[in-house]
């Protein structure tokens, strides 16, 4: 079945540090791949997308993710976290097939140590 | 651009009482999705709408869910005779079109409390 893999609840960082967000999702065939956040009593805002090309995509706020199909990973990177950036990550993939919907992952809190 | 509307933004119903929610796509989008949200499932995806035809509502429960869209501006979720299990924050996302990889632009939610 398909599947979007976040296997963390939950990340704490430093203001400054360096992050890394995990997805991995289930599917042999190349999947439309989304990461959204959630801010506290707000809906969903798009950070980036990829379907193709270059596998590194960058995306808003200094935000990048990079496809690894041999891992079948999609991995949220920022180089240095701000206060502003704890909210709720969610990785989705919609893979066409489904009739356009997207299927999303648990979610990854994070949270940002002043 | 208001972006998508959701109203009401809470709703508290008691069991076995009705609950309609409603959503305004942002104008000219052609594609609306209702998801549910929940700390134990997280986001589901319940149904599709483009250009008002209902075209994917595999996620629906089979009971008691439906949803219509009368009109391009706007697309109802009715819950009857609500359940403590339907508690849960319904999302409304809007396309422009009906690519795969188009963004989905999403409303604030509607929370959705059964006592």
């Known amino acids: 079945a398909q599947s979007v893999t976040q296997p963390d609840a939950r990340v704490t960082v430093s203001e400054g540090a360096s992050l890394q967000l995990r997805c991995k999702y289930s599917y042999s065939g190349t999947p439309y791949l989304f990461w959204y956040v959630q801010y506290p009593r707000q809906g969903l805002q798009l950070l980036l997308k990829y379907y193709s090309g270059d596998p590194v995509v960058q995306g808003v706020n200094g935000f990048e993710a990079e496809f690894i199909k041999s891992n079948s990973s999609f991995h949220l990177r920022k180089a240095s976290v701000h206060w502003s950036d704890s909210a709720v990550y969610f990785c989705a993939v919609n893979y066409g097939s489904s009739g356009n919907k997207l299927i999303f992952g648990i979610g990854t809190l994070l949270s940002v140590k002043p | ?115």
């Not at chain 2, 119903?13 to 997280?42: D, M, N």
């Not at chain 2, 035809?53 to 996620?59: R, V």
């Not at chain 2, 869209?69 to 299990?85: A, F, G």
């Not at chain 2, 809007?94 to 409390?113: C, I, K, M, N, V």
């Open chain 2, 1 to 115: 651009n208001a972006g998508v509307i959701q109203t009401p933004r809470h709703k508290v119903t008691g069991k076995g009482q009705e609950a309609t929610l409603w959503c305004e796509p942002i104008s000219g989008h052609s594609a609306v999705f209702w998801y549910r949200q929940t700390i134990v499932q997280g986001l589901e995806f319940l149904t599709y709408f483009r250009n008002q035809a209902p075209i994917d509502d595999s996620g629906m429960p089979k009971e008691r869910f439906s949803a219509q869209m009368p009109n391009q501006s706007h697309s109802t979720l009715k819950i009857q005779s609500t359940q403590p299990q339907d508690s849960a924050v319904y999302l409304c996302a809007s396309r422009y079109d009906w690519g795969y990889y188009a963004e989905q632009f999403f409303g604030p939610g509607t929370r959705l409390t059964v006592l």
